[in-house]
T-cell receptor
């Protein structure tokens, strides 16, 4: 079953704009990760944020985590056409397995 | 590093036939995962192994599905008999560590299965 729900399901922006995707989850977590999937390809790990962290940066990526609201956001700044992909949040709880959300399809147009 | 290697990349088979998907995890990784992705259900964890031992197979849909990991460098996911509703992309992934530390999971490129 899905642990996370991404919002929005689809997002279309122009190159140079910022893209924000949100993820909500249901149970307590140890960490939350964001993955990217290009069409027809496997998933690629982007960034991990632990439950005791509130914000993390990696290049043009900024992730926030609010454990009280059971939510996370992924911000991609100065988007590029190459950022077009689906983005998934994934959570790890007390078990070792990683449970994925439903994903946000991002389209960046020139 | 060759990454997680899956085969076949694409398979079209007739209903009732046996399907075997194969995975070679990254060398040194001791956790292996099989996921299924469909438009309707998204990414579902089917089963995962730690040190070649199945830990959680609660996501395996039914008895037609079975997975094995005879050694640290090879795993199979078998569907017998296959049905059209099994059509999906099947991903294998691997990771170091067996706890919930959040070590990165590395995915293969997937096996695209179509059952007609």
């Amino acid at each position: 079953s899905q642990q996370g729900e991404e919002d929005p399901q689809a997002l279309s922006i122009q190159e140079g704009e910022n893209a924000t995707m949100n993820c909500s989850y249901k149970t307590s977590i140890n960490n939350l990760q964001w993955y990217r999937q290009n069409s027809g390809r496997g998933l690629v790990h982007l960034i991990l944020i632990r439950s005791n962290e509130r914000e993390k940066h990696s290049g043009r990526l900024r992730v926030t985590l609010d454990t009280s609201k059971k939510s996370s956001s992924l911000l991609i700044t100065a988007s590029r056409a190459a950022d077009t992909a689906s983005y998934f949040c994934a959570t790890t709880g007390t078990a070792s397995k990683l449970t994925f959300g439903t994903g946000t399809r991002l389209q960046v147009t020139l | 590093d060759a990454g997680v290697i899956q085969s076949p990349r694409h398979e079209v088979t007739e209903m009732g036939q046996e399907v075997t998907l194969r995975c070679k995890p990254i060398s040194g990784h001791n956790s292996l995962f099989w996921y299924r992705q469909t438009m309707m259900r998204g990414l579902e964890l089917l089963i995962y192994f730690n040190n070649n031992v199945p830990i959680d197979d609660s996501g395996m849909p039914e008895d037609r599905f079975s997975a094995k990991m005879p050694n640290a460098s090879f795993s199979t996911l078998k569907i017998q008999p296959s049905e059209p509703r099994d059509s999906a992309v099947y991903f294998c992934a691997s990771r170091t560590g067996q706890d919930n530390s959040g070590n990165t999971i590395y995915f293969g490129e997937g096996s695209w299965l179509t059952v007609v």
